[in-house]
Every structure is written in C-alpha cells, then in structure tokens.
C-alpha cells in the first residue's frame, strides 16, 4: 500500500466495489470516507447497508474489484488519481472489527473485509 493511495483516500468520493462472476457484473458504490484502511494488515474494511449482490456472489467467488480516485491528488498524468484495488472478501456480521464499524456506523448490517492482493494505479 503506496502513499499515493493513502493520499487519495483522504479525499471524499465514491468508491466503486464490483465483482465480476454475476451476469451481468455486481456493482455497488460507497463513500471513500466510510473505508478503513488497516496499512500493516493490508486490508479495507467497508460498513455494508446493502451489497445483498455482492454478498450473493461471494458464494461462488469472492474476488472483488474496488475503484477509487481523487482529482485532488496529483496523478501520472497532472492531476487526479486513480487506483483498482483487487481482493478477496468476506461479510462480517459479529467481532471485534464489525462492533467497531457499527459503532461509527449505527445503520449497517454488515461490514465487508477486503483482503488486498494487488493495488494498482491507472492514472
């Protein structure tokens, strides 16, 4: 996890989840601002009011792809930054990781746990 990306994401803007095994490709969108970022256990945690299609399709496959940028980061090409962000997740609904995620976030069901494998940056 580069700084560049720690950068963007201290910017408000949407954060885009897909998954790709549904036909057609689960899409779902939150707010940068919702996402925890852990740096030395390399994993997001995202607070899940809905995402029941992105749940559903990690039954079959929970390799997920995130989106995310910021045009207030200066980027490869001036400004604007853009990163995907690939993983695998799973849904929380008890621990220690979701009370903290509900605490700050009374409205969600769920928490969605990204564990990253790859982030790369596309702009």
């Known amino acids: 996890?580069?700084?560049?990306?720690?950068?963007?994401?201290?910017?408000?803007?949407?954060?885009?989840?897909?998954?790709?095994?549904?036909?057609?490709a689960s899409v779902v969108n939150t707010w940068s601002s919702y996402v925890k970022?852990?740096?030395?256990?390399n994993y997001l945690l995202i607070p899940a009011a809905g995402m029941?299609?992105?749940?559903?399709?990690?039954?079959?496959?929970?390799?997920?792809?995130?989106?995310?940028?910021?045009?207030e980061v200066e980027g490869t090409e001036g400004p604007g930054a853009g990163f995907h962000v690939h993983g695998h997740g799973e849904f929380l609904e008890a621990g220690t990781e979701f009370d903290e995620m509900k605490a700050k976030f009374p409205w969600i069901r769920k928490v969605l746990k990204v564990n990253i494998t790859?982030?790369?940056q596309k702009i």
């Not at 970022?37 to 256990?41: N, T, V």
Request: charged content about 20%; overall charge negative; hydrophobic content about 35%.
């Open 1 to 24: 996890m580069n700084q560049k990306f720690l950068d963007v994401m201290q910017y408000e803007g949407p954060t885009t989840i897909v998954t790709i095994n549904a036909h057609p």
């Open 37 to 41: 970022i852990d740096p030395d256990a």
């Open 52 to 71: 029941r299609s992105i749940e559903h399709d990690f039954a079959t496959d929970n390799t997920v792809t995130l989106t995310m940028g910021s045009k």
């Open 118 to 120: 790859d982030i790369q």
